[in-house]
């Protein structure tokens, strides 16, 4: 498959119009999270489309796409390695899983982290240390943050919650929204799955945890329950 090709279809299936929409969308004014990020203006599903047209892209061409100053292709880059993932063997996913660490700075915004780092960083330590996703925790990059929990949503969907909710202690005082965001979100399905094993990590937390982080993680709850942890009754 010819990279030069696909970097054509994708700028001819641009749109202006949505490419400023998504601009806005995703706070790449100065200062913003995403401050200068370039978009083409193209949607998700048309974006997942060509990835399975493309999918015996080599990984080069995949590395070559995430260093893209266009956000849309650094999103297209990592729908092709989780497919790529999905279907490696074991050396191949060792290989996919340390391009992808290698390259946590083209992977900057939440959107490429949501999409891809439960599936190649979260699959590859299922059954491993997990010592790199503390690492990822405390790092200084708000994505590489976001990261670190986000993985831990593979753990989840195998009922193992242990390492999200040392993550999430660990992240309590962070003072990102999009970590607040993402760490109420994974109590959230935590609570999905296990409703007393959240609700054992909010009672310990709940009065110093970030406003955002709560209302994620009781988003579920019924009303008048939910009412107390935001009165601090419980």
Not at 56 to 70: A, H, Q, V
Not at 101 to 128: M, P, Q, R, Y
Not at 162 to 186: C, S
Request: aromatic residues 10%; positive net charge; hydrophobic residues 35%.
């Amino acid at each position: 498959m010819d990279l030069t090709e696909l970097r054509k279809n994708l700028r001819d299936l641009g749109n202006p119009g949505n490419a400023k929409e998504l601009q806005r969308f995703f706070k790449t004014g100065p200062g913003e999270y995403g401050a200068g990020d370039i978009f083409l203006g193209i949607k998700v599903p048309v974006l997942r489309k060509l990835a399975k047209k493309y999918k015996k892209l080599p990984l080069s061409g995949i590395e070559n796409l995430l260093y893209s100053p266009i956000h849309e292709e650094r999103f297209l880059s990592l729908v092709l390695l989780v497919q790529a993932y999905s279907k490696a063997n074991h050396p191949e996913k060792k290989r996919i899983y340390n391009l992808y660490l290698k390259n946590t700075g083209h992977i900057n915004n939440w959107d490429l982290v949501d999409t891809s780092a439960e599936h190649i960083v979260g699959a590859f330590l299922n059954d491993k240390n997990k010592g790199p996703l503390y690492t990822l925790a405390a790092s200084k990059s708000l994505w590489e943050r976001r990261m670190a929990v986000m993985s831990t949503s593979y753990f989840i969907k195998h009922n193992q919650f242990d390492e999200t909710l040392k993550i999430a202690e660990m992240l309590l005082a962070d003072q990102e929204d999009l970590i607040h965001k993402a760490v109420g979100w994974m109590l959230r399905e935590i609570g999905n799955r296990h409703l007393p094993t959240e609700e054992n990590f909010l009672k310990k937390h709940y009065k110093k945890m970030p406003r955002v982080m709560l209302r994620y993680a009781i988003e579920k709850f019924p009303e008048t329950k939910r009412q107390k942890y935001l009165h601090g009754t419980i």
